[in-house]
Every structure is written in structure tokens, then in C-alpha cells.
């Protein structure tokens, strides 16, 4: 295969949150047509492609992650002629499309899940789901243990033809996203077509949603203590995550992406933990790409970002694979607010979701500054990486959204007890000095569907634009840099010696990135190299201070001029 056909080895892919990224008609959503309007702007950020969340027909009980129809377009983003023009359009800017492939549950507003329950226990129409009798007396008991991940049982109980309390089924989210089951040879057939269908329209990949989950343990056998997930080190067995079978579902769809001339790529969405783990979805005939979630649930420490950043380089490397590297997505705190904390010793563990982090001092200044930092060390690694919609802004979570404002399912199904995402998903702010900061058209009054705090007045793309020392211009210059380097994108990386609290190493040719992550005394650079971008200013000898990362090019390559 030619260099060009592997592009997805070194790519830089930019995140569209399409609810939040530009509304063109102003209804206060994002869609199709803001973000068209938009291209421009990705072209000149400097990406390669684009990974666009669910767009399809959908209630919107989870952003769109409960599709009632693969192969239609939800009208509040727009149409299918309009899908088709912007993949034309970016594909014309040089910009590949991946789209959101959601196979672990439809909506239940699917016609398949209405035929299901019309249909009755033991139909095929029930077998395209995970339907069982409950247990205890009358069935009145869920058949299984197991727990959705939005809080409380994944289990519901219908009501039959007859009026009567029947089956229970299976949802691993929300009660309105129902598991399919994939044992079953007509739910393949069916996501291949799906698959087949946006391959057709030029569509040039999925990122695959819930990947770890799509296999079930035969029989269903309680959870029990199994704790999920698992201990560093320890890999268990669970009834529903990261099972083995799920990867006999990949290979069968490499062998699609590959019948095409240009392959289609695969991205997947695996919460699994251990690096030997993810490494097996990707490897040489399975999925080609898999997000490193280890790297971005690293605190901000310099030893456990190595940790991190080796055993990744290191499994993927045993399956000719390529990292993946991601800061963070429309599940996750911003970076820019999780940086701003420091792990608390008493309730350690990741910094994931907001409550995880509500409870914690912040400082706003040095969660920016590390970002930044961070970025910088993202985009010298070798492989492939995301960028969230607002990431390039310098965006932080918003962390007081008003009750009445939140959406996202987790607030109401953990009976208000977790905030839920929709912080990081707050409409991005592209012009002006008010909400809704140029995200609608300017002559409509649409207000966002989440509200913009006052203070992005400073953040809006138009603020940044071009304006020395911004985030934005921190992000297109990295870009730039990054597209013309030959060390950077795939290939090796070489550790050089970094005092406590640094990291250094080397991309060949003439390349090093160095990071001081908490060492107290400015981290001198490699002798002779010169500084090409640095995240916030060096010290007047060139030394990059705390919670900075800089770009060099090394003496071998000055040598070589
Ligand atoms: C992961 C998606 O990223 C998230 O937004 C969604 O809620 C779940 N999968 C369920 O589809
Ligand atoms: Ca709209």
C-alpha cells in the first residue's frame, strides 16, 4: 500500500460535535449547513480529516447516539444531499470524512425495536435484541445483574401485546438505547450495509462507538464482584466489556473496508485500559486505529505520562500498529479544566468526569498554560491524533451550567447525582462580544441549546485570530510544523535524559520535543538545537520553564544544511 493510502498513520483528525460546532439556520443547533460554512477554517487549522458525532435520524435522548435510522440524516442537522455536499466539499479541501458508527444499540424508536415489540418473545424480530424472561417470582426480577452506564439497572421491562408485564431487555446506556445482539447474522448483515451505504457516499471511515462492548458472555451471568475497570495490571474476565469474541466482528469488517481501492479506516472507541489489551483491536487485520484513553486520563506528571506514552508505543508496535493520542472528547472534562487540578492523594484515580473534579481547587491559568504544553507533546508523538471541537481555542469544561439547562441522560438517570457531559459540549464561540458569539447566523435571536459563559468574549476564534501567543495560533503553527517536518507524524521516538518532572526525547530526522512537566529549575535544551515553537515563552537562555513544552530541531539536522 502507498504512503498516501496510509495517511490515517500520521493524521491529525479534528472532532466535529455537530450539535455545537456552527448553527447555519439559525435554530440555535449546530448542522450540516454551519458547518460547511466552516471548512475553510479547518483547512487553514491545518488538519487532515474530520470524525463527525452521530448525525443521524435520532430522538436525541443521548446526542444522537440512539439512531432510529443509519441511512437518513436527523433533520434538525440538515439532509442527506447536504451530508453528501459537505463530504464533496471537505474532500475538495483536501479533508477526509469519518463518520460515527454507533453497532452496540439503536434507538428505541427504531423501526426494528417497534417490530420487536410488536412481535412478541421468541420472534425474530425480538432476536435482532437482547430480550429475556426476568428472574424471581412472575419475572419480576431483572434477569441479570448488570448495571447501565448512566446509573441503575441495564435492564427494562416491557409490556406485552396482552397488556401484561413481559420480557426484559438489555441497554448498557439508556433504557431508550436498547443492546442488540450480534450473535445474530441479520444485525451484521445489517450494519455492513449501513457501512456500505456512507463508503458509497465517499465517507472515508467510522470512528466505532462502544467498541469493547459489543459482545455478550453466553448465558449473561451476573457481574457479581468483577471489578470494571480493572485494576492496573489485572485483566478480568467481564460479561460485557472487552470480551474476545468482539474481535472476530472486526476482522470481518477490515475485509469490507479493504475491498475498496482507497480502504476505509476504522477508529475505535474501547475504554479497556491496558495497553495489550487495545493493541488487539488494532491489529494488522482487525481495526486500524484505537484511542489512547491511557495517555489522556494521565494526571499531569511527568513519570506517569512516560509510563503511559512507552507501554502504548510499545503494544501497538507488537501489531505494526500506530498510537492514537487524544486529549479529549465530548465525554470528558476539557484537558484545560482537568490540568487546573492537582490529583487529590485522598481520592486518587483519573479525572474524567466533572464531578471527579468539581470538588477540587482549580487554577484556570495553569490548566491553560498545561494544556497548551500538553498539546504540543500530543502532536510530537509518533502516530496519529484527535483534536476536540474548542480544544484549539484553549475552551475550559463550563462547570456551572444551571440544572435546568443539562441534557445529557446521566443527570436524570443517576437521579441527579452526576452532572454529566454537557460542559464540554457547551457551542463553540466564533465571533462578537455576546452569546451566542457568531455560533448562529447573526440577524436570528437563536439561543444555543447549551447557554456560552460571558468570558469566552476572550476565546472566540475572531479574539485569536492572529493574535501572537494565542491557543489558536499556538495549534495552527504546530499544525504547520507538523505537516512539513519528516520526524514528525509515524515512526520512532528516542527518550533522551530529562531531569525529575521532564520529558525529552527525539524524532529522527533532527527533531526533539522536550516538556517540563513540574521540575522546579528550567529544563535546559539539547545543545546546539534551536527552538521552532514553544507553548508559552522559554527563559531568555532558551530553557523551558514549568508546565511549558518546546519544539527543536536538533544540531544533527543543522549539521546537515
Ligand atoms: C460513547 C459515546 O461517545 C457517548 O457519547 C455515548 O453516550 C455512549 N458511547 C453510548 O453510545
Ligand atoms: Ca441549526
Redesign the pocket.
Known amino acids: 500500500m502507498t504512503e498516501a493510502l496510509r495517511w490515517w498513520r500520521s493524521a491529525i483528525v479534528y472532532q466535529i460535535y455537530i450539535r455545537s460546532f456552527a448553527d447555519g439556520n439559525g435554530d440555535g443547533i449546530g448542522d450540516i449547513a454551519g458547518l460547511r460554512n466552516r471548512l475553510p477554517y479547518l483547512r487553514r487549522l491545518g488538519v487532515d480529516a474530520l470524525w463527525i ?1 452521530p448525525w443521524y435520524r435520532s430522538p436525541m435522548r ?2 444522537g ?2 439512531v432510529a435510522d443509519f441511512r437518513a440524516i436527523d433533520p434538525s442537522f440538515g439532509t442527506l444531499s447536504e451530508a453528501e455536499a459537505l463530504i464533496r466539499e471537505s474532500h475538495e479541501l483536501g479533508l477526509r470524512v469519518l463518520l ?1 458508527l ?1 453497532p ?2 439503536l434507538s428505541d424508536q427504531h423501526a426494528r425495536f417497534l417490530q420487536a415489540l410488536s412481535a412478541g418473545p421468541g420472534s425474530p424480530a425480538r432476536a435482532w435484541f437482547i430480550f429475556r424472561d426476568g428472574r424471581g417470582q412472575a419475572g419480576a426480577e431483572p434477569p441479570n445483574d448488570w448495571r447501565s ?2 446509573g441503575g439497572p441495564a435492564w427494562t421491562r416491557v409490556t406485552e401485546r396482552d397488556g401484561r408485564p413481559g420480557q426484559w431487555y438489555l441497554h ?2 439508556a433504557p431508550e ?1 436498547p443492546d442488540l445482539d450480534w450473535t445474530n447474522p441479520r444485525v451484521r448483515n445489517e450494519f455492513s450495509e449501513t457501512m456500505r451505504f456512507w463508503f458509497e457516499l465517499g465517507v472515508d471511515g467510522f470512528r466505532i ?2 467498541a469493547h462492548g459489543l459482545a455478550k458472555a453466553e448465558g449473561l451471568p451476573d457481574v457479581g464482584g468483577i471489578v470494571w475497570p480493572p485494576v492496573a495490571g489485572a485483566w478480568v474476565e467481564h460479561p460485557h466489556w472487552d470480551r474476545d469474541e468482539v474481535h472476530e466482528i472486526y476482522r470481518e469488517w477490515r475485509a469490507l473496508a479493504d475491498e475498496y481501492e482507497d480502504p476505509r479506516v476504522f477508529v475505535a ?1 474501547a475504554w479497556v485500559h491496558d495497553s495489550e489489551r487495545l493493541a488487539r483491536y488494532v491489529r494488522a487485520d482487525e481495526l486500524h486505529a484505537a484511542f489512547n484513553f491511557d495517555f489522556l486520563l494521565a494526571p499531569w506528571e511527568a513519570e506517569a505520562m512516560r509510563r503511559s506514552i512507552e507501554a502504548t508505543l510499545r503494544s501497538h508496535a507488537a501489531v505494526d500498529a500506530v498510537p492514537t493520542w487524544v486529549l479529549s ?3 470528558t472534562v476539557r484537558e484545560v479544566s482537568r490540568y487546573a487540578r492537582e490529583p487529590d492523594p485522598a481520592h486518587p484515580g483519573p479525572l474524567l468526569k466533572l464531578d471527579d473534579v468539581l470538588a477540587l481547587p482549580a487554577d484556570p491559568a495553569l490548566g491553560l498554560r498545561r494544556a497548551r504544553a500538553a498539546a504540543l507533546l500530543m502532536l510530537a508523538l509518533p502516530g496519529g491524533a484527535y483534536i476536540y471541537q474548542g480544544e484549539e481555542l484553549g475552551l475550559p469544561e463550563v462547570e456551572d451550567l444551571p440544572d435546568e439547562a443539562l441534557q445529557d ?1 446521566g443527570w436524570e438517570l443517576s437521579g441527579h447525582s452526576e452532572r454529566g ?1 454537557d460542559g464540554c459540549r457547551v457551542p463553540i464561540p466564533w465571533s462578537g462580544t455576546a452569546a451566542p458569539f457568531g455560533f448562529s447566523p447573526r440577524d436570528t435571536n437563536a439561543e444555543p441549546w447549551l447557554p456560552q459563559p460571558a468570558a469566552w468574549r476572550e476565546l472566540t476564534v475572531a479574539a485569536q485570530d492572529a493574535e501572537e501567543g494565542s491557543t489558536l495560533e499556538l495549534y495552527r503553527r504546530a499544525l504547520a510544523i507538523r505537516r512539513e517536518h519528516p520526524a514528525l507524524g509515524d515512526g520512532e521516538l528516542t527518550w533522551l535524559p530529562a531531569p525529575a518532572g521532564a520529558l525529552a526525547f527525539t524524532r529522527e530526522p533532527g527533531f526533539a520535543c522536550i516538556v517540563n512537566m513540574s521540575a522546579d529549575d528550567p529544563v535546559p535544551i539539547p545543545r546546539g538545537a534551536v527552538p521552532l515553537i514553544a507553548s508559552d515563552p522559554l527563559t531568555h537562555d532558551h530553557r523551558v520553564p514549568p508546565d511549558t513544552a518546546v519544539w527543536v530541531t536538533t544540531a544533527r539536522e543543522e549539521s546537515r544544511k
Open positions: 458525532n443521548d446526542g447516539y440512539d460515527d454507533v452496540n444499540h452506564n448512566f448498557l446506556f438505547q462507538d462502544v472507541e472528547n465530548h465525554d441522560p457531559r
